[in-house]
T-cell receptor
Framework: EAGVTQSPTHLIKTRGQQATLRCSPISGHTSVYWYQQALGLGLQFLLWYDEGEERNRGNFPPRFSGRQFPNYSSELNVNALELEDSALYLC???????????FGSGTRLTVV | KNEVEQSPQNLTAQEGEFITINCSYSVGISALHWLQQHPGGGIVSLFM???GKKKHGRLIATINIQEKHSSLHITASHPRDSAVYIC???????????FGKGTKLSVKP
């Protein structure tokens, strides 16, 4: 069974540009979570999608947005990139609440 | 104050030692996770607990819901156990994980 896959692995963007990160959950998992891990900081919750809808959102500005497609894959979009957006972005999926999460390997975004 | 606190922040051990990492939380939770993150960044879910104790190989995780405390134990530690161990909790129906800052473990041969 394929795990959670994220693409691209690495992404370099210029300040002010937009970045799009993609996540494919484990087959059958309907929930997708996005987390940010900035250098030297802990993991921070970004977004939770379930059954195509945004269920919860972390304390991030509106330029962080995303969506979940009918096949449960998800995109994270970051507009008007700032230097401090440089981080490892991790996606996780689960079948339902309180069931184990599976994490992807992450996308390392560098904003220059 | 963080909702999830871990201790210690850093831990160095000799191969073979018994290791304990602690996690305390201040909110009501529906479950607690122990995660392992290696230097490359990938995260592996080790345990999910809502009560009692779980064991997998040399790893043991316990949780005391009344005291809002969990521990992760590693028996007969090995250099390959070197990683950051992260405690994370789920609050009710919110779905997302709230993370501790992690414990960086280094096991010396």
């Amino acid at each position: 069974e394929a795990g959670v896959t994220q693409s691209p692995t690495h992404l370099i963007k210029t300040r002010g540009q937009q970045a799009t990160l993609r996540c494919s959950p484990i087959s059958g998992h309907t929930s997708v979570y996005w987390y940010q891990q900035a250098l030297g900081l802990g993991l921070q919750f970004l977004l939770w999608y379930d059954e195509g809808e945004e269920r919860n959102r972390g304390n991030f500005p509106p330029r962080f947005s995303g969506r979940q497609f009918p096949n449960y894959s998800s995109e994270l979009n970051v507009n008007a990139l700032e230097l401090e957006d440089s981080a490892l972005y991790l996606c996780a999926s689960s079948l339902e609440l309180d069931v184990g999460y599976t994490f992807g390997s992450g996308t390392r975004l560098t904003v220059v | 104050k963080n909702e999830v606190e871990q201790s210690p922040q850093n831990l160095t051990a000799q191969e073979g030692e018994f290791i304990t990492i602690n996690c305390s939380y201040s909110v009501g939770i529906s479950a607690l996770h122990w995660l392992q993150q290696h230097p490359g960044g990938g995260i592996v879910s080790l345990f999910m607990l809502s009560s009692g104790k779980k064991k997998h190989g040399r790893l043991i995780a316990t949780i005391n819901i009344q005291e809002k405390h969990s521990s992760l134990h590693i028996t007969a530690s090995h250099p390959r156990d070197s990683a950051v161990y992260i405690c994370a909790v789920i609050r009710g129906s919110q779905g997302n994980l709230i993370f501790g800052k992690g414990t960086k473990l280094s096991v010396k041969p």
